[in-house]
């Protein structure tokens, strides 16, 4: 289970503070929703690691997380865009999720079964920059696979998408975060991407998460 | 884009103004054209030997810079710390320090007499040959101005990475090298050739510098070559020849980097998470950082204290010295005030056109200077006033206010081209919607939020032209010089207290204007920061 307790917050010199409390089960996927500006890619960031709380607690399991660095932690992310380098092939892409000093033919190997696994079998020598929106997003995804951390961090990862697109790329977080057990935290403002997908549901609301 | 609100005024405007600088162009190449074909006698310059010199000069320039501007760029981009505005504002700065200043600065810290010299002299009684002249000394000098300027123009590049990259590279613990190569190095690679080409030209052209610090014509460019054969050996064949050789080779490398996408000049700012890389590495930044900036600081504050602590006084109470300042002023003022009419209307035009051939056709003039160079444009108004017969006296002033304008004028453009576009992006259909008139969608909407980019064109502009010595060294009599000028000749005459001193009041004045000029237009046209 991923817990935060009363992580409090203020952005430096902003007067707005928050102060977060939610959970997220193993295997099932949390949405965060919330108008624009509320907080919500706040709350990632507090999560992933890239702002600190003032204070609070921020557990997976009972590990405090608070002390582990961002790289440290056990956290992927799929933001809006952005999540690849443009430069690097598919393959390349996704192998930035494996530890270093992989030995060559087991990353390959793994590398190619993770691409596989997002539908992205042949595509594992083409430059990012030649792909789909919905086809980086599968790379991001499969670098995740690859990286098997516990904590699915996703900002609005749709909403770049068309909706064919978006249906099937939501679908296929939804079975990756079953298969593997991930604690799936999705910020979203689409209600049909929640409906569709989250077990849970918080609303961010002056600053507090609302169950909904 | 139909989203543009229609401004055939000001298209035409432009298109007018862009033909008659294109005229006049022409005219000056006519002249210099005119002047080579009726000219039967000999000459001595010695152009394949120049053009290999000023080729080997510019390109090792040119590798350096965007080296030291690299590393520098990488450093300041990953550390934080009280006063890094500063630094990043001293950077900014080396555009406009005129490079009579620089080389004298260099000179009083490496020089024969300089500080490094009498300091091994005292402690172990050695002194050694002074690396400040020839090429070496070139290229130091060179290399402190062009690689602030590049560093100030990949950190542009750095500090604008999309947050989201970084918060990607950061979690997936991508070390200082990865982070190089996988998120700075692809950021910053398209903006190399551009700035490549320009540093190339920069130095290509370079004329104070090497001026005062080349020593002799085995370092010379074609600029000073130039000069050398109009204004001492009275060789107008010679300088002619110069003057198409280096029309030629600056148009191939001006031809070559348009090639490449353009060095975006936008001076952004933006918020950055705290991604430290590891400790050694940022002792390694920090090494880097500190060596760039003494590099950089060092010959200007140098140049202060030479200059304010012995001969200002002296100097001051020279009549000569004061009409200098009153010429420098009026003409740094006038060619500003030139340069920005210029600048503005052919930039609304190009930003209100709708067709990209149009678009293209308008940003003409603002490369016509690269290819004409500021010896090159004086010597060919010098040779169509002689034709004209108009007295040299007279014509000089407006020679000079126009030239220097015509050389600001690229980075002008530069400066106030992007942001209109922008607003016209962003706003066009507001404006059309809401049927404004030209001069209302100016005066309520562009003028307001461009008014810190007109203050920053203002001090470029000013700067350019108060450090210019190549036109007036062509143009420049007794009863007609400027500072840069009056310095020249104080250091011909062995007055190096004097030129201390006029360099180091050229420098505040330049920095006043630096940072004065865009507070100012900030606060009279009550822009709202960007
Ligand atoms: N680095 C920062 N410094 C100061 N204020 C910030 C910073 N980042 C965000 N904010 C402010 O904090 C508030 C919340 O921002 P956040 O990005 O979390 O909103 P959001 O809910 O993700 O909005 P959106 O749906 O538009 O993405 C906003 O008012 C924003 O202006
Ligand atoms: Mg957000």
């Known amino acids: 289970m991923l817990r935060a307790d009363d992580l409090v917050f203020a952005h430096p010199g902003q007067p707005a503070s928050y102060r977060f409390t939610l959970e997220a089960a193993p295997g099932q996927v949390t949405a965060i929703s919330g108008a624009s500006g509320s907080g919500k890619s706040t709350l990632l960031d507090l999560l992933a690691g890239f702002v600190h709380p003032a204070s609070g607690r921020l557990t997976l399991d009972g590990v405090d997380l608070l002390p582990l660095a961002p790289e440290a932690r056990p956290v992927s992310l799929l933001l809006q865009a952005d999540n690849l380098f443009e430069h690097l092939s598919a393959e390349e892409n996704a192998r930035l999720g494996l530890p270093r000093g992989t030995p060559k033919a087991e990353a390959q190997e793994r590398v190619a079964s993770a691409l596989a696994e997002v539908g992205l079998a042949g595509f594992a020598g083409k430059p990012a920059a030649t792909l789909s929106g919905g086809q980086k997003q599968r790379v991001a995804l499969a670098r995740t696979l690859l990286r098997a951390r516990a904590v699915l961090l996703l900002d609005e990862p749709f909403s770049a998408l068309d909706d064919e697109t978006r249906r099937t790329t939501r679908d296929l977080v939804g079975e990756l975060t079953r298969r593997h057990g991930w604690h799936t935290v999705l910020v979203s403002h689409h209600a049909d991407d929640i409906a569709a997908l989250a077990e849970a549901h918080y609303r961010i609301v002056e600053g507090r998460l609302e169950r909904v | ?530």
Not at chain 2, 71 to 84: C, D, E, K, M, P
Not at chain 2, 419 to 437: C, E, F, M, N, T
Not at chain 2, 449 to 471: E, H, P, Q, T, Y
């Open chain 2, 1 to 530: 884009m139909l989203t543009l609100p229609h401004r055939p005024l000001r298209i035409a405007a432009a298109t007018a103004l862009t033909l008659l600088i294109a005229a006049l162009i022409a005219a000056v190449l006519w002249a210099i054209l005119d002047a080579a074909t009726d000219a039967a006698s000999g000459s001595r310059v010695d152009i394949p030997h120049l053009l290999r010199m000023t080729s080997l000069q510019a390109g090792l320039t040119m590798v350096l810079s965007l080296l030291v501007g690299t590393a520098l760029a990488w450093a300041l981009n990953r550390l934080r710390f009280f006063g890094r505005d500063l630094v990043v504002g001293l950077f900014a700065a080396a555009i406009v320090t005129p490079g009579m200043v620089v080389a004298f600065g260099l000179l009083s810290i490496w020089g024969r007499n300089g500080w490094i010299n009498q300091a091994t002299e005292s402690l172990f009684g050695i002194r050694f040959d002074s690396p400040a002249y020839g090429l070496s000394g070139i290229l130091l000098a060179h290399v402190v101005l062009d690689g602030a300027f590049a560093a100030r123009i990949l950190l542009a590049r750095l500090d604008s990475i999309p947050q989201n990259r970084l918060k990607v590279g950061q979690s997936l613990g991508l070390s200082a090298w990865q982070r190089f190569v996988l998120i700075d190095w692809p950021a910053l690679r398209g903006s190399l050739p551009g700035l490549g080409a320009i540093i190339f030209l920069l130095a290509f052209t370079s004329f104070p510098i090497v001026l005062l610090l080349g020593g002799g014509p085995a370092n010379q460019t074609l600029e000073v070559a130039i000069y050398t054969a109009v204004r001492l050996d009275f060789d107008l064949v010679g300088a002619v020849r110069l003057a198409l050789t280096q029309i030629a080779v600056c148009s191939i490398v001006i031809l070559l980097a348009s090639a490449f996408t353009p060095v975006p000049s936008a001076l952004s700012r933006s918020a950055q998470p705290s991604w430290r890389d590891a400790a050694p590495v940022r002792v390694l930044q920090w090494l880097v950082l500190v060596i760039g900036t003494i590099g950089f600081a060092l010959p200007l504050l140098s140049v202060l204290y030479d200059g304010l602590a012995s001969g200002l006084l002296r100097v001051l109470g020279q009549a000569s010295f004061w009409r200098a300042t009153l010429t420098s002023l009026v003409i740094g003022a006038s060619s500003a005030l030139v340069t920005l009419a210029l600048a503005l209307i052919l930039s609304l035009g190009r930003s209100a056109a709708h067709l990209p051939a149009a678009r293209t056709l308008l940003g003409v003039p603002a490369y016509a200077y690269l290819a004409v160079p500021a010896v090159v444009l004086s010597l060919g108004f010098f040779l169509l006033v002689r034709a004209l017969g108009v007295p040299g006296g007279m014509a000089a002033p407006v020679v000079v206010i126009f030239a220097n304008s015509l050389l600001s004028l690229p980075f002008a453009i530069a400066t106030l081209g992007p942001p209109l576009d922008a607003i016209l992006r962003s706003r066009g259909k507001l404006i059309r919607s809401l049927g404004l008139s030209g001069w209302r969608q100016f005066a309520a909407i562009e003028y307001p939020l461009i008014g810190r980019d007109i203050g920053l064109m203002l001090a470029l502009a000013f700067c350019f032209s108060l450090g210019d010595l190549g036109v007036i060294a062509l143009f420049g009599t007794q009863d007609f010089q400027t500072l840069p000028l009056l310095m020249y000749r104080a250091l011909g005459s062995y007055k190096s207290n004097d030129a201390a001193a006029i360099a180091a009041l050229l420098l505040i004045f330049t920095i006043a204007a630096f940072v004065g000029l865009p507070r100012l237009l900030e606060r009279i046209a009550h822009a709202p920061r960007r």
